[in-house]
């Protein structure tokens, strides 16, 4: 099997973006890089990519920077964007360079996520906006702790880490994590923290380093 490159710099997005893939694509090799110069090392040290997923803002590129260079290496027609800001007036360009298409990275469910990469992989193009009824649709409630525990998971925090961070026990962190996954309809701690941006109910810009 040809491999997937995922660009992206969001440590949270890409986990989620592996679990996906582990599901749907068990036996489809999986890079991941994080910055414009990583990601074009991989793509110079090949050229032979099943998709590639690229986020517009990354360190060292931004807007359709280096989407322009992976026009200018041949490879536009096996890459999609996946990115957290939906630009209309950037997809008649990438359109016309011949890319595969445009995903909002925050709107679209988790479950439904596997459609989409198995339609990408299989090269059909996908132009999806932004839905304002996805950013609409109900929201879980959570307490303000348990929003705090949430921030800490995107922050990739053990659970030693959460309570001492918090100034609570280590098994009121995992009560709450357990409570958090039912009010979420999550199986992990990534897919509770994908659920939770996907409702906005945390933002990456808000969380730590």
């Known amino acids: 099997m040809k491999p997937v490159l995922v660009i992206e710099d969001q440590l949270i997005v890409s986990d989620a973006l592996k679990m996906v893939f582990d599901l749907v ?4 090799p999986l890079r991941v890089v994080h910055t414009r110069d990583q990601a074009l090392a991989a793509l110079q ?5 099943s998709l590639i997923l690229l986020d517009l803002q990354i360190p060292g590129a931004t807007g359709l920077s280096f989407a322009e260079e992976i026009r200018q290496l041949g490879l536009a027609g096996r ?9 209309e007036d950037y997809t008649p360009t990438l359109k016309e360079w011949g890319f595969l298409g445009y995903i909002p ?8 996520m596997g459609n989409v990469l198995a339609k990408l992989v299989a ?11 996805l950013v609409a ?27 001492a961070k918090l100034g609570i026990s280590k098994g009121r962190v995992n009560n709450m994590i357990e409570t958090i996954k ?10 509770i923290v994908v659920k939770a941006l996907q409702q906005n109910l945390i933002f990456l810009q808000e969380l730590e380093a």
């Not at 040290?45 to 990519?49: Q, R």
């Not at 879980?140 to 880490?161: C, H, K, N």
């Open 25 to 28: 694509f068990p036996d489809y």
């Open 45 to 49: 040290e090949s050229h032979d990519w």
């Open 79 to 87: 890459c999609a964007i996946h990115s957290g800001t939906y630009r």
């Open 105 to 112: 990275k925050n709107d679209v469910p988790l479950d439904q």
């Open 123 to 133: 090269g059909q193009q996908l132009w999806l906006q932004a839905d304002p009824a």
């Open 137 to 163: 649709q109900p929201r879980a409630t959570l307490t303000t702790r348990q929003l705090q525990v949430v921030r800490q998971l995107a922050v990739r925090r053990s659970t030693d880490e959460i309570a």
């Open 182 to 191: 039912v009010e979420l309809g999550a199986d992990n701690r990534t897919a």
